[in-house]
């Protein structure tokens, strides 16, 4: 959700109220609904005011403490839902059931609190949407589309699918950065160990030298003086770090902006492609499933796009929908973002004009599906050359910093 800085004129006053909405248009809505007969003056984007600051932070705080909802558990519900509705269960009784049988206690909260929004007459859809940071944007928008069809059931199945599909792409990537990320583990702590117990059984005979020693040995020796002097507050330092950047990267765009860019640099091939083909199957998938849905493309474009993480990758993407607004085809806006492939491009101009943009939105999914896919299965070859260099330059270093002055005293011993 975002914070909107509206201007009204209520009553001859003018006056600037803060709005939460997630986009401009709804915080305009939402204005003219809580100021009935104002005028909207205009809309502007702004930052949380302090006390939402604080209380963001006590809520990311309570969450942590409370965990995090496994995703396979909101699967699991989603398809308890599916074939309870389809069974002809009131929805009610169906949330009650479902919130009974829960196995997280905040997801149980949750669907409870779902229920008794129904009972008291409010609709799926709008009750969910104070979740949205728990379910999504896909969740909500199946939901709207269920209830706007009377087929709840049909849409809930379709998003346990869609659901599934992220999940099962997530965990490729993250099975094939296991072995990696291992093995940069056991790099560092086969070299602190090497740093903090070998060195100083050479520092005193290097000392002793009292000459000037190699650039190697001087390494190894600032090295091992901060990691043996500072180790618990480098650790601190590194702790907090990480803690304070995941912090900034959820709560403030600029930071996550400039990271986001960071990830998607081409001085970073391996892991811009990763992102690019992983947000982009995400997104082709999301929008042709609702477009085969009959969700309109303007609002499947918009429920797409909130399911891409990445801010720049977004914003290029959202650019679509406000070309379409302008006039502009679906074709001509996609070609205007530039991260299509023409291939491709030809062939959502071929569905568009065909009247076949679901059938060929599916032939897209499929070949950033097909393309990150491959990019997982061999990310093990892509990594290993980089691996060797890394550890080839940590034994270099080692070797070097330890025996150059052993064969300078060898040399002085000789002459």
Request: charged share 20%.
């Given at each position: 959700m975002k914070y909107f800085n509206v201007t009204i004129i209520n009553k001859g006053t003018k006056s600037d109220e803060v709005v939460k909405a997630p986009n401009?248009?709804?915080?305009?809505?939402q204005a003219k609904k809580e100021f009935k007969g104002a005028v909207i003056v205009r809309a502007k984007e702004t930052s949380a005011p302090v006390e939402d600051k604080f209380q963001n932070i006590i809520k990311i705080v309570n969450e942590s403490m409370e965990g995090k909802i496994p995703e396979m558990q909101k699967v699991s519900t989603i398809k308890q839902i599916a074939v309870m509705t389809d069974a002809g269960i009131p929805i009610n009784d169906t949330l009650e059931e479902v919130a009974l049988h829960a196995e997280h206690p905040k997801l149980k909260k949750i669907y409870q609190s779902l229920c008794d929004d129904i009972n008291s007459g409010k609709g799926l859809s709008e009750s969910m949407e104070k979740y949205r940071h728990e379910f999504g944007n896909i969740t909500i928008a199946m939901t709207d589309l269920g209830e706007?069809?009377?087929n709840i059931s049909g849409a809930y199945t379709k998003l346990a699918t869609i659901l599934e599909d992220i999940l099962e792409n997530n965990k490729k990537f993250k099975k094939a950065m296991k072995g990696p990320k291992n093995t940069l583990i056991a790099m560092g702590v086969a070299f602190s160990i090497l740093i903090l117990a070998v060195v100083p059984k050479f520092k005193e005979i290097f000392e002793a030298l009292k000459t000037e020693?190699?650039?190697?040995?001087?390494?190894?020796?600032f090295l091992e003086h901060y990691m043996g002097t500072y180790m618990w507050q480098i650790l601190i330092v590194l702790f907090v770090s990480i803690k304070a950047h995941g912090y900034l990267y959820k709560t403030n765009k600029g930071w996550k902006y400039g990271t986001d860019r960071i990830l998607i640099h081409p001085k970073f091939p391996l892991v811009s492609k990763a992102i690019f083909l992983s947000t982009m199957h995400r997104y082709s998938l999301i929008f042709g499933e609702l477009v085969k849905s009959g969700v309109p493309v303007n609002e499947a474009l918009e429920t797409a796009v909130g399911m891409v993480d990445n801010e720049i990758l977004k914003e290029k993407l959202g650019s679509i929908n406000g070309n379409i607004g302008r006039g502009k085809s679906l074709t001509e806006s996609i070609i205007e973002t530039g991260i299509y492939e023409n291939m491709l491009i030809?062939?959502?101009?071929?569905?568009?004009m065909g009247g076949q943009l679901d059938l060929m939105l599916e032939k897209v999914t499929n070949y950033y599906y097909a393309e990150f896919t491959d990019?997982?299965?061999?990310?093990s070859a892509y990594i290993e050359p980089i691996m060797m260099f890394f550890i080839a330059c940590l034994v270099t270093l080692m070797a070097l910093g330890i025996f150059m002055p052993m064969w300078g005293m060898g040399d002085a011993a000789a002459e």
């Open positions: 401009k248009m709804a915080a305009v809505a706007k069809t009377g020693l190699p650039l190697p040995t001087r390494i190894l020796l030809q062939m959502i101009k071929a569905g568009e990019l997982i299965d061999n990310l």
